[in-house]
């Protein structure tokens, strides 16, 4: 076992939807201030290209970012609790206990819903023990919504 591998899990990785669904966002907000500068370039002077090619630099830099931190997102569920893992640089691994969650929330905005993906949320009484998996198959969402749920009401059942 390793600090963020656990013994005998059986990751459910992302959906690879969720890199262009997120590198259309980014490109989306990046677009603005482009377009803006090279219209001032046009009407001004040539070196307002090079604001214009650093941002382009900046949304490649970016985009390959996106690629990285999506194929390390992952999820298991366990017997006892929902384990999350993202980041390549600066990991994270957070372990949610069934008994502890409140409520499961299931989200999907239209560039999400366009590639049949959502975002699960599990909120529990305590904010740092909150996890998020985003690009989970719409159908996998559903079932994992249903699923916790009914893990932590038999948790608390329990108690």
């Not at 603005?32 to 490649?60: C, D, K, R």
């Not at 970012?65 to 600066?90: F, P, S």
């Amino acid at each position: 076992m390793t600090l963020f591998e656990p013994d005998g899990t059986d990751w459910h990785y992302v959906s690879r939807k969720l890199i262009p669904a997120r590198i259309i966002t980014l490109w989306l907000w990046l677009a603005v201030p482009i377009i803006g500068l090279v219209v001032l370039s046009a009407l001004t002077s040539e070196w307002v290209y090079i604001s214009a090619a650093t941002i382009l630099l900046l949304g490649a830099w970016l985009s390959w970012i996106i690629v990285r931190q999506v194929t390390a997102h992952a999820w298991v569920e366990r017997e006892e609790d929902l384990v999350v893992k993202k980041g390549r640089l600066w990991r994270t691994v957070s372990v949610v206990p069934y008994g502890r969650m409140q409520y499961v929330e299931v989200q999907a905005g239209p560039i999400s819903r366009a590639f049949g993906i959502a975002s699960v949320q599990l909120h529990t009484a305590s904010p740092g023990t909150d996890a998020s998996i985003s690009g989970v198959p719409e159908s996998e969402a559903a079932r994992l919504r249903d699923r916790l749920t009914s893990r932590g009401e038999a948790k608390l059942a329990g108690l």
